[in-house]
């Protein structure tokens, strides 16, 4: 079964991915998030997980996967910030599902002379699961960084490390006192580096939740990618969307001030509207045929009251002034003509006002039909149903940060 899942979790983001049709300038501006997850979904294909140390300089990061290696294969050095850039190392585990298991060491994100920073903080941000390794109690920037990971979506296993620092006593007051400082509702495992406290912990994981957590971090960086290129395509689709509302809005505007003919009016609003729902749906990449497009301007219009009397209500009296205008005209020596002009100048003010409205409307509504239509590496997050939720519950902070800030509406015009 897990096999099963892996493999159609593998097929589902690699056909995702080939079907996103990238233009060549998304492929330029996103070539380093590109690359970073090519290499995730090949780690998923190949059922390689990463697992990484991660904290302040000098907690002895290098010392901890030395340990669980049971080599001296990172560099250590009594002076802090002896590991500079990414270094990798596979970990030989018996008895584990996986194919592979990658050990990573990371500079001391208080570490000011990184070499490749970008490619350090891409790799952090594409790890499986992280040990978050503290030599102490945590202190301000440890938990700042611990949260942003939280927020995030990672999966977390604070570390504790030297502790022949402290004694019993010290230890258990120490080990309390992160507990307070994490979020209570997650359950942060807390797992004191001694003896094989550590390598036993993670082996356990590795073998009951392995694949599932390479599979989850791979949804996660699938949608994160896919999040960037929505947002870029809808501000590009946003300006094209509002000049377009904006060439409907004028064309309306003229044709409802010089035509003096209430049916023609009416009928040349309606085939606007809907000519501008049209275009709409072409900009947000979903083709609607003729009815569909009615039938979005008939909702719209039923459920935005403004709409549907600016549409009709207004635009018939005001025709109806103007045609007594005109028919009076010769009975007054042309004087009733005079209201004539400000009235028409009214009405194309309206007509362009509603338009806005009708093209804001129908966008929202485009876009979340043709939302619909996709599926979404996020949709696939949300699917999956945990039989240990307590293991997972850092991937509801990830889904209710996502439904919260990347809705996309603000991107529309």
Not at 93 to 102: G, R, S
Not at 214 to 219: G, H, I, M, R, W
Request: proline residues 3%; positive net charge; hydrophobic residues 40%.
């Amino acid at each position: 079964m897990k096999q099963l899942t892996i493999n159609k979790n593998y097929l589902f983001l690699k056909n995702w991915w080939e079907n996103i049709n990238l233009t060549n300038y998304e492929k330029s501006f996103f070539n380093r998030e590109i690359i970073s997850f090519n290499q995730q979904l090949f780690r998923l294909k190949e059922k390689k997980i990463r697992i990484g140390a991660y904290g302040k300089s000098g907690v002895g990061k290098s010392s901890v996967l030395n340990s669980l290696l049971k080599k001296d294969i990172f560099k250590t050095n009594i002076i802090n910030g002896t590991t500079r850039e990414i270094q990798a190392e596979e970990w030989d585990i018996k008895d584990q599902t996986l194919n592979i298991v990658e050990l990573l060491d990371s500079p001391g994100f208080d570490f000011c002379d990184i070499k490749f920073p970008d490619k350090v903080y891409s790799c952090i941000n594409h790890l499986d699961i992280i040990l978050f390794i503290v030599s102490g109690d945590l202190n301000r920037n440890e938990l700042s960084e611990i949260s942003s990971l939280i927020q995030d979506g990672k999966k977390i296993i604070v570390t504790l490390n030297k502790i022949d620092l402290f004694d019993e006593i010290e230890l258990k007051e120490i080990i309390e006192s992160i507990k307070f400082k994490l979020p209570k509702d997650l359950n942060i495992p807390i797992i004191i580096n001694h003896e094989n406290n550590l390598k036993n912990y993670i082996t356990k994981i590795i073998n009951q939740y392995g694949e599932i957590f390479l599979t989850l971090n791979s949804l996660q960086s699938a949608d994160k990618l896919f999040v960037q290129i929505k947002e870029q395509r809808l501000k590009r689709r946003q300006k094209l969307a509002q000049s377009t509302i904006g060439k409907f809005s004028t064309i309306k505007a003229s044709t409802v001030a010089l035509n003096p003919f209430i049916l023609f009016d009416i009928a040349g609003s309606f085939a606007l509207d809907t000519a501008l729902i049209s275009e709409l749906s072409k900009i947000y990449g979903l083709n609607l045929k003729g009815e569909s497009t009615r039938k979005i301007f008939k909702n719209i219009s039923i459920n935005n009251l403004f709409l549907g009397v600016t549409q009709v209500g207004v635009n018939t009296s005001f025709n109806l002034v103007r045609k007594v205008f005109l028919l009076t005209a010769p009975f007054t020596n042309g004087l009733s003509l005079l209201p004539y002009g400000p009235i028409a100048i009214i009405q194309a003010a309206i007509a362009i006002y509603s338009t806005k409205i009708l093209g804001k409307l129908a966008a929202k509504e485009i876009f979340k039909r043709s939302k619909a239509s996709f599926i979404e590496p996020f949709i696939m997050i949300q699917n999956i149903n945990f039989n240990e939720p307590e293991i997972f519950k850092h991937i509801n902070i990830y889904i209710t940060k996502r439904n919260l800030n990347n809705n996309f509406i603000s991107f529309l015009p």
